[in-house]
């Protein structure tokens, strides 16, 4: 089992909310709150009434990811936009972190492995996926594809 995972300092986070009361755009950020607590009460909801399997099979479907990266880039990234662009920044921590551990998986990865099993936060996925997928060195295999 290797480590994977790197913590990059999500620097233009603190400038987001500044911005959008500058600018006029504290909607966004309310926005994204209702939003994202809706998606936590609906997580809690689906963690109380499944199975492990079940709750993996659920988080890991289509359309949760899509929710999931859609936080950011609904809301977050509107910040600033046309101005100083902070919402964007700040997004692009998010991808630059994910692209780290990107080149972290695939520099960790022996020539002679068959099989590579990673286990990641749900938010990451959409993008690791995206990054994996778009790699002619991996086949990319569904979770809920090999789920019981």
Do not use: C
């Not at 209702?34 to 109380?48: G, I, P, S």
């Not at 899509?66 to 910040?79: A, C, E, F, G, H």
Request: glycine share 6%; proline share 1%.
């Amino acid at each position: 089992m290797n480590s994977v995972d790197i913590f990059y300092g999500m620097k233009h986070d603190s400038l987001v909310s500044v911005t959008a009361k500058e600018k006029n755009q504290l909607y966004l950020l309310n926005e994204l709150g209702t939003t994202a607590k809706n998606f936590m009460l609906e997580m809690d909801r689906v963690t109380q009434q499944n199975s492990i399997t079940g709750i993996l099979k659920y988080i890991n479907t289509k359309e949760l990811l899509q929710k999931n990266l859609s936080l950011y880039l609904k809301y977050i990234v509107k910040v600033g936009a046309g101005d100083n662009y902070i919402g964007a920044e700040s997004v692009s921590d998010w991808y630059l972190r994910n692209l780290a551990v990107y080149a972290n998986i695939i520099t960790q990865i022996d020539p002679n492995d068959k099989y590579v099993i990673l286990i990641f936060g749900q938010g990451h996925i959409p993008i690791l996926k995206h990054l994996l997928q778009n790699n002619d060195d991996f086949e990319v295999v569904e979770v809920n594809s090999v789920l019981k």
